[in-house]
């Protein structure tokens, strides 16, 4: 069972940075789509941004400019830079991977921005 350990997250005050890391474990296939959602409450949960194998990348308009995404396919991680931080932003932040057809989640890390 492939499981998705994150780890950052926090609280900071509005207009600072966080970054969230995620590392999947081994499962003996290529990560298709590795990246983050997020869910606040009374929210439905919608992407933040989400990387391919090959590197393409989608963010969510309302991150564009401010959040990056970056990953390395050899030790399956995924890392989202997150700066410029808004109340708005405040959520839980899930990690995803899409491995062999399949979609695996992690355990959410809470985002708070204090304005």
């Known amino acids: 069972q492939v499981q998705l350990v994150e780890s950052g997250g926090g609280s900071v005050q509005a207009g600072g940075s966080l970054r969230l890391d995620c590392a999947a474990s081994e499962s003996g296939f290529s990560i298709r789509n590795m990246g983050w959602y997020r869910q606040a409450p009374g929210k439905q949960r919608e992407l933040v941004a989400r990387?391919?194998?090959?590197?393409?990348?989608d963010y969510a308009d309302s991150v564009r400019g401010r959040f990056a995404i970056s990953r390395d396919n050899a030790k399956n991680t995924v890392t989202l830079q997150m700066n410029g931080l808004k109340p708005e932003d405040a959520a839980v932040y899930y990690c995803?991977?899409?491995?062999?057809?399949?979609?695996?989640w992690g355990q959410g890390t809470k985002v708070t921005v204090s304005s």
């Open positions: 990387m391919s194998y090959v590197g393409r990348t």
């Open positions: 995803y991977a899409v491995i062999a057809s399949r979609d695996y």
